[in-house]
């Protein structure tokens, strides 16, 4: 199984940056998708996710408004569009592939994002 997120990068603020998470090794459209981030020193916090086909969408409300979560089933990959970014986005941002109605699911490596003028 894997999970590899790639699109993170530096922007400055204001600017937008997409990231995206291809899946393989497990069925893909049977999982639902969420995208997390941590911050140096702080704990992992939920950012966002989406069932498994796409039709119903939930946001953090430190991004709600500013981010877009969205999948492809065909793609096999979850996508986070993130506009008008702030600093305190800033963090290594992951995505998490998990099992309907569990708790149980596969993690990405991350991807660094990085908001500084």
């Known amino acids: 199984v894997q999970l590899v997120e790639s699109g993170g990068g530096l922007v400055q603020p204001g600017g937008s940056l997409r990231l995206s998470c291809e899946g393989s090794?497990?069925?893909?459209?049977?999982?639902?998708m969420k995208w997390y981030r941590q911050a140096p020193g702080k704990e992992r916090e939920y950012v966002a996710g989406v069932t498994i086909d796409g039709g119903r969408k939930n946001y953090a409300e430190s991004v709600k408004g500013r981010f877009t979560i969205s999948r492809d089933n065909v793609r096999n990959t979850v996508y986070l569009q993130m506009n008008s970014l702030k600093v305190e986005d800033t963090a290594v941002y992951y995505c998490?592939?998990?099992?309907?109605?569990?708790?149980?699911?596969?993690w990405g490596q991350g991807t660094q994002v990085t908001v500084s003028s």
């Open positions: 998490r592939a998990e099992g309907q109605g569990t708790n149980t699911g596969y």
């Open positions: 090794g497990f069925t893909f459209r049977y999982y639902v």
